[in-house]
T-cell receptor, first 118, second 107 residues
Framework: VQLVESGGALVQPGGSLRLSCAAS????????MSWVRQTPGKGLEWVSYISHDGSNIYYSESVKGRFTISRDNARNTLYLQMTTLRAEDTGLYYC????????????GGQGTQVTVSS | DIQMTQSPSTLSASIGDRVTITCRAS??????LAWYKQKPGKAPELLIY???NLERGVPSRFSGGGSGTEFTLTISSLQPDDFATYFC?????????FGQGTNLEIK
Protein backbone atom coordinates (compact mmCIF):
# COMPACT_ATOMS: atom_id res chain seq x y z
CA VAL A 1 0.00 0.00 0.00
CA GLN A 2 1.51 3.29 -1.10
CA LEU A 3 -0.19 6.48 0.04
CA VAL A 4 1.37 9.93 -0.27
CA GLU A 5 -0.33 12.70 1.66
CA SER A 6 0.22 16.36 0.84
CA GLY A 7 -1.28 19.80 1.33
CA GLY A 8 -0.59 20.33 5.00
CA ALA A 9 0.51 23.80 6.10
CA LEU A 10 0.41 26.46 8.77
CA VAL A 11 -2.95 28.23 8.58
CA GLN A 12 -4.72 30.81 10.71
CA PRO A 13 -7.83 29.96 12.73
CA GLY A 14 -10.88 30.21 10.49
CA GLY A 15 -8.84 29.38 7.41
CA SER A 16 -9.15 26.58 4.87
CA LEU A 17 -6.91 23.88 3.50
CA ARG A 18 -7.24 20.96 1.09
CA LEU A 19 -5.33 17.77 1.74
CA SER A 20 -4.62 15.24 -1.00
CA CYS A 21 -3.59 11.60 -0.89
CA ALA A 22 -2.15 9.90 -3.96
CA ALA A 23 -2.63 6.15 -3.92
CA SER A 24 -0.65 3.51 -5.78
CA UNK A 25 0.21 -0.20 -5.74
CA UNK A 26 -3.41 -1.24 -5.25
CA UNK A 27 -6.73 -0.83 -7.04
CA UNK A 28 -7.83 2.44 -5.44
CA UNK A 29 -11.36 2.36 -6.86
CA UNK A 30 -12.08 -0.94 -5.07
CA UNK A 31 -11.35 0.29 -1.55
CA UNK A 32 -13.04 2.37 1.07
CA MET A 33 -10.74 5.10 2.45
CA SER A 34 -10.49 7.24 5.56
CA TRP A 35 -8.60 10.12 7.09
CA VAL A 36 -7.11 9.75 10.56
CA ARG A 37 -5.27 12.43 12.52
CA GLN A 38 -2.77 12.20 15.31
CA THR A 39 -2.10 14.79 17.97
CA PRO A 40 0.07 14.69 21.09
CA GLY A 41 -2.95 15.48 23.25
CA LYS A 42 -5.65 13.20 21.84
CA GLY A 43 -3.61 10.49 20.15
CA LEU A 44 -5.16 8.86 17.08
CA GLU A 45 -8.55 10.18 16.02
CA TRP A 46 -10.66 9.04 13.09
CA VAL A 47 -11.82 12.00 10.98
CA SER A 48 -13.78 10.82 7.95
CA TYR A 49 -14.67 7.85 5.74
CA ILE A 50 -15.70 7.43 2.11
CA SER A 51 -16.86 4.29 0.37
CA HIS A 52 -15.14 3.02 -2.76
CA ASP A 53 -17.62 4.74 -5.06
CA GLY A 54 -18.24 7.80 -2.90
CA SER A 55 -21.82 6.83 -2.15
CA ASN A 56 -21.34 6.58 1.62
CA ILE A 57 -19.58 9.27 3.62
CA TYR A 58 -19.20 9.68 7.37
CA TYR A 59 -17.55 12.24 9.63
CA SER A 60 -16.57 12.46 13.25
CA GLU A 61 -18.69 14.86 15.25
CA SER A 62 -15.68 17.13 15.76
CA VAL A 63 -15.37 17.92 12.02
CA LYS A 64 -18.91 17.45 10.73
CA GLY A 65 -20.08 20.50 8.80
CA ARG A 66 -16.54 21.84 8.38
CA PHE A 67 -14.65 19.10 6.51
CA THR A 68 -15.56 17.41 3.23
CA ILE A 69 -14.07 14.14 2.04
CA SER A 70 -14.05 13.24 -1.64
CA ARG A 71 -12.23 11.04 -4.10
CA ASP A 72 -11.29 10.90 -7.77
CA ASN A 73 -10.98 7.27 -8.78
CA ALA A 74 -9.67 8.18 -12.22
CA ARG A 75 -6.76 9.99 -10.58
CA ASN A 76 -6.34 7.52 -7.69
CA THR A 77 -6.58 10.41 -5.27
CA LEU A 78 -8.38 11.06 -1.99
CA TYR A 79 -9.11 14.57 -0.72
CA LEU A 80 -10.04 16.32 2.49
CA GLN A 81 -11.36 19.86 2.20
CA MET A 82 -11.01 21.56 5.56
CA THR A 83 -12.76 24.84 6.38
CA THR A 84 -13.30 26.98 9.47
CA LEU A 85 -10.16 25.49 10.95
CA ARG A 86 -9.61 25.57 14.69
CA ALA A 87 -6.53 25.17 16.87
CA GLU A 88 -7.76 21.72 17.88
CA ASP A 89 -7.56 20.58 14.23
CA THR A 90 -3.78 20.78 14.50
CA GLY A 91 -2.19 17.42 13.90
CA LEU A 92 -0.59 14.96 11.54
CA TYR A 93 -3.16 13.75 9.01
CA TYR A 94 -2.92 10.28 7.53
CA CYS A 95 -4.99 8.79 4.75
CA UNK A 96 -5.63 5.10 5.25
CA UNK A 97 -7.02 2.25 3.21
CA UNK A 98 -9.94 0.47 4.82
CA UNK A 99 -10.16 -3.32 4.58
CA UNK A 100 -13.77 -4.43 4.20
CA UNK A 101 -16.79 -2.16 4.13
CA UNK A 102 -16.11 -0.95 7.69
CA UNK A 103 -12.82 -2.52 8.67
CA UNK A 104 -9.34 -2.02 9.93
CA UNK A 105 -6.73 0.30 8.44
CA UNK A 106 -3.61 0.08 6.40
CA UNK A 107 -1.41 3.13 6.66
CA GLY A 108 0.88 3.69 3.71
CA GLY A 109 2.24 7.19 4.05
CA GLN A 110 4.04 9.51 6.39
CA GLY A 111 1.15 11.90 6.88
CA THR A 112 0.88 15.64 6.29
CA GLN A 113 1.12 18.21 9.10
CA VAL A 114 -1.65 20.71 9.64
CA THR A 115 -0.98 23.51 12.11
CA VAL A 116 -3.72 25.99 12.97
CA SER A 117 -2.28 29.00 14.73
CA SER A 118 -2.25 32.76 14.52
CA ASP B 1 -19.66 6.09 21.02
CA ILE B 2 -17.36 3.24 22.07
CA GLN B 3 -14.46 4.19 24.33
CA MET B 4 -11.26 2.18 24.20
CA THR B 5 -8.97 2.05 27.23
CA GLN B 6 -5.49 0.58 27.16
CA SER B 7 -3.31 -0.46 30.06
CA PRO B 8 -0.67 0.14 31.03
CA SER B 9 0.15 3.52 29.48
CA THR B 10 3.86 2.77 29.82
CA LEU B 11 5.55 -0.60 30.11
CA SER B 12 9.24 -1.12 30.85
CA ALA B 13 10.71 -4.45 29.83
CA SER B 14 13.90 -6.17 28.75
CA ILE B 15 14.96 -8.04 25.64
CA GLY B 16 13.57 -11.56 25.80
CA ASP B 17 10.71 -10.68 28.18
CA ARG B 18 7.13 -11.74 27.57
CA VAL B 19 4.77 -8.76 27.77
CA THR B 20 1.02 -8.29 27.56
CA ILE B 21 -0.95 -5.13 26.82
CA THR B 22 -4.66 -4.93 27.58
CA CYS B 23 -7.39 -3.05 25.72
CA ARG B 24 -10.92 -2.68 27.07
CA ALA B 25 -13.98 -1.52 25.16
CA SER B 26 -16.84 0.36 26.82
CA UNK B 27 -19.32 -2.06 25.19
CA UNK B 28 -19.06 -5.31 23.31
CA UNK B 29 -17.30 -5.12 19.97
CA UNK B 30 -17.30 -8.87 19.32
CA UNK B 31 -13.88 -9.49 17.72
CA UNK B 32 -13.74 -6.30 15.67
CA LEU B 33 -10.43 -5.12 17.07
CA ALA B 34 -7.08 -4.30 15.51
CA TRP B 35 -3.65 -3.67 16.99
CA TYR B 36 -1.03 -1.33 15.54
CA LYS B 37 2.61 -0.60 16.26
CA GLN B 38 4.13 2.83 15.80
CA LYS B 39 7.77 3.85 15.88
CA PRO B 40 8.73 7.54 16.33
CA GLY B 41 8.34 9.53 13.12
CA LYS B 42 6.60 6.65 11.33
CA ALA B 43 3.02 5.81 10.51
CA PRO B 44 1.28 3.08 12.50
CA GLU B 45 1.54 -0.39 11.03
CA LEU B 46 -1.07 -3.11 11.35
CA LEU B 47 -0.12 -6.10 13.50
CA ILE B 48 -3.35 -7.95 14.23
CA TYR B 49 -6.92 -7.76 12.95
CA UNK B 50 -10.16 -9.36 14.11
CA UNK B 51 -8.63 -9.66 17.58
CA UNK B 52 -6.34 -12.60 16.89
CA ASN B 53 -5.40 -12.70 13.20
CA LEU B 54 -1.77 -11.94 12.45
CA GLU B 55 -1.20 -9.58 9.53
CA ARG B 56 0.99 -11.01 6.78
CA GLY B 57 4.66 -10.43 7.49
CA VAL B 58 4.26 -9.82 11.22
CA PRO B 59 6.51 -12.04 13.37
CA SER B 60 4.84 -14.92 15.15
CA ARG B 61 6.02 -13.68 18.55
CA PHE B 62 3.03 -11.30 18.36
CA SER B 63 -0.36 -12.69 19.29
CA GLY B 64 -3.77 -11.27 20.07
CA GLY B 65 -6.67 -12.58 22.08
CA GLY B 66 -10.00 -11.76 23.61
CA SER B 67 -13.51 -10.91 22.51
CA GLY B 68 -16.42 -8.82 23.67
CA THR B 69 -14.92 -6.07 25.81
CA GLU B 70 -11.48 -7.30 26.83
CA PHE B 71 -8.53 -7.91 24.55
CA THR B 72 -4.81 -8.58 24.84
CA LEU B 73 -1.71 -8.15 22.72
CA THR B 74 1.18 -10.39 23.77
CA ILE B 75 4.77 -10.33 22.60
CA SER B 76 6.32 -13.64 23.57
CA SER B 77 10.01 -12.66 23.54
CA LEU B 78 10.84 -8.99 23.12
CA GLN B 79 13.25 -8.01 20.36
CA PRO B 80 14.98 -4.62 19.97
CA ASP B 81 12.63 -3.53 17.16
CA ASP B 82 9.58 -4.12 19.39
CA PHE B 83 10.19 -1.07 21.56
CA ALA B 84 7.50 1.25 20.24
CA THR B 85 4.00 2.52 20.98
CA TYR B 86 1.07 0.16 20.52
CA PHE B 87 -2.55 1.13 19.85
CA CYS B 88 -5.77 -0.81 19.75
CA UNK B 89 -8.71 0.24 17.54
CA UNK B 90 -12.31 -0.90 17.36
CA UNK B 91 -14.05 -1.18 14.01
CA UNK B 92 -17.35 -2.55 15.28
CA UNK B 93 -19.25 0.68 14.79
CA UNK B 94 -19.21 4.29 13.70
CA UNK B 95 -17.27 6.24 14.85
CA UNK B 96 -14.01 4.29 14.82
CA UNK B 97 -12.10 4.74 18.07
CA PHE B 98 -8.59 4.08 19.34
CA GLY B 99 -6.96 3.36 22.65
CA GLN B 100 -4.65 6.05 23.98
CA GLY B 101 -1.54 3.95 23.36
CA THR B 102 0.98 1.94 25.35
CA ASN B 103 4.59 3.05 25.23
CA LEU B 104 6.82 -0.03 25.47
CA GLU B 105 10.26 1.06 26.62
CA ILE B 106 13.53 -0.62 27.40
CA LYS B 107 14.13 -1.26 31.08
Amino acid sequence: VQLVESGGALVQPGGSLRLSCAASEFTFSSYEMSWVRQTPGKGLEWVSYISHDGSNIYYSESVKGRFTISRDNARNTLYLQMTTLRAEDTGLYYCVRVTGVWGYFHYGGQGTQVTVSS
Amino acid sequence: DIQMTQSPSTLSASIGDRVTITCRASQSISSWLAWYKQKPGKAPELLIYKASNLERGVPSRFSGGGSGTEFTLTISSLQPDDFATYFCQQYHSNPYSFGQGTNLEIK
